[in-house]
């Protein structure tokens, strides 16, 4: 209503005009009753073909990163967290998952040696959920976190970026509490 009418130079659209034309007393939710009929006839794929096509899609991108291809710290948090959430899901093939997480973290590690700024925030970010795992790669993980952390905060520092400072500055206390 504040923006007016687009097809009039001016704004003479007020409040009376407004609940004039603002017509919605009557509530309709015959819609409602077709949700589930609209879902079985627009759903192209089973949860089975869901399934699969994840995994499928995981196992080739961790494929490929095992063969030498270069691999960004966003897809190697991603497939971290697919790995977990299908490790969770389905403890039957728990080794699998497991497998495909180790995988994902020996990713993360290696994204970190010429990481950008950008990234090394995301992982500063996803480092909490990193930490409760239980891999040895964690352990690096860590180590190389505290090196990326002691460089975003120099970078902060010569910026005067000082929010980011004290927050950067404070999760590496944190992180160098727990050894």
């Known amino acids: 209503m504040q923006r007016g009418r687009c097809d009039q130079p001016r704004n003479d659209y007020n409040m009376t005009l407004f609940n004039e034309k603002n017509r919605n007393e009557e509530f309709d939710d015959g819609i409602l009753k077709y949700r589930a009929a609209r879902a079985d006839c627009f759903s192209l794929e089973s949860n ?5 096509r994840v995994t499928e899609a995981l196992t080739d991108t961790l494929t490929a990163y095992a063969e030498g291809a270069k691999f960004s710290l966003e897809t ?8 977990s959430y ?14 495909c997480e180790e995988a ?37 993980i860590l180590s190389a976190a505290k090196q990326v952390l002691s460089r975003l905060i120099d970078h902060d520092k010569m910026n005067v970026d000082w929010r980011d400072f004290f927050e950067m500055s404070y999760i590496n206390d944190l992180l160098n509490i727990g050894g």
């Open 48 to 52: 089975a073909q869901r399934f699969g």
């Open 76 to 83: 190697a948090l991603t497939c971290r967290a697919v790995s």
């Open 86 to 99: 299908l490790r969770e899901k389905f403890p039957r093939d728990a080794d699998a998952w497991r497998i």
């Open 104 to 140: 994902s973290l020996a990713a993360i590690l290696k994204s970190c040696d010429n990481i950008s700024l950008t990234d090394a925030r995301l992982l500063i970010l996803d480092l909490p959920n990193l930490l409760r795992l239980p891999y040895p790669a964690v352990k690096e």
